[in-house]
């Protein structure tokens, strides 16, 4: 069985960082391509970055240029650097193994003054 659990989750003011983890239990971690979505209150959830099994990216035009995704395979790990904070990246991020129906407990991300 896949488990997913996120951490780094916090209240930030605009214009500030937060990084987010995510550790991947199970499975073989080094295949996986691995996303970072998000959903906001009253919205649906979206893709925010994605890691495939040999690094490339892709990231939503929204947060293209302040968040950052990367792997370490080493420690099942995919993080979620996010800089310049605006109010509008307030929402729940979850971690999931892209193309599987493994997905994370969510991890609560609130930007404000």
């Known amino acids: 069985q896949v488990q997913l659990v996120e951490s780094g989750g916090g209240l930030v003011q605009p214009g500030g960082s937060l990084r987010l983890s995510c550790v991947v239990s199970?499975?073989?971690?080094?295949?996986?391509?691995m996303g970072w979505y998000r959903q906001a209150p009253g919205k649906e959830r979206e893709l925010v970055a994605s890691?495939?099994?040999?690094?490339?990216?892709n990231y939503a035009s929204s947060v293209k240029g302040r968040f950052t995704i990367s792997r370490e395979n080493s420690r099942k790990t995919v993080n979620l650097q996010m800089n310049s904070l605006k109010p509008e990246d307030t929402a729940v991020y979850y971690c999931k193994v892209l193309y599987s129906p493994y997905w994370g407990q969510g991890t609560q991300v609130t930007v404000s003054s």
């Open positions: 890691i495939s099994a040999n690094s490339n990216t």
């Open positions: 199970g499975g073989i971690f080094n295949t996986y391509s």
